[in-house]
């Protein structure tokens, strides 16, 4: 079965980095786009970031500049870079894949930034 597991979440000052990996199974992982969302508290999933097949990238006007979606297909593994991160990136992060028109997702991880 399709599997996602995302790492790589943590507690990090406003300006600071992290970043989140999301490690696939069960899926043709070459042949598949890959998403980034997040949903704060109180507030609505909401998509960060999404790759393709082919490797080219979308970003939410939010993160633009600031984040970086990659990914690497011999690990089966979707990375998103975050820098310069602000209190109001403080989530849980999920990784999303699309097959068939079924929505696949990770557990998720926790971001927070704070001081």
């Known amino acids: 079965q399709v599997q996602l597991v995302e790492s790589g979440g943590g507690l990090v000052q406003p300006g600071g980095s992290l970043r989140l990996s999301c490690a696939a199974s069960?899926?043709?992982?070459?042949?598949?786009?890959m998403n980034w969302f997040r949903q704060a508290p109180g507030k609505q999933r909401e998509l960060v970031a999404a790759?393709?097949?082919?490797?080219?990238?979308n970003y939410a006007e939010f993160v633009k500049g600031r984040f970086t979606i990659s990914r690497d297909n011999a690990k089966n593994t979707v990375y998103l870079q975050m820098n310069s991160l602000k209190p109001e990136d403080t989530a849980v992060y999920y990784c999303?894949?699309?097959?068939?028109?079924?929505?696949?997702w990770g557990q998720g991880t926790q971001v927070t930034v704070s001081s």
């Open positions: 999303n894949t699309q097959i068939w028109f079924a929505d696949y």
């Open positions: 069960g899926i043709i992982f070459s042949g598949a786009a």
């Open positions: 790759i393709t097949s082919g490797g080219r990238t």
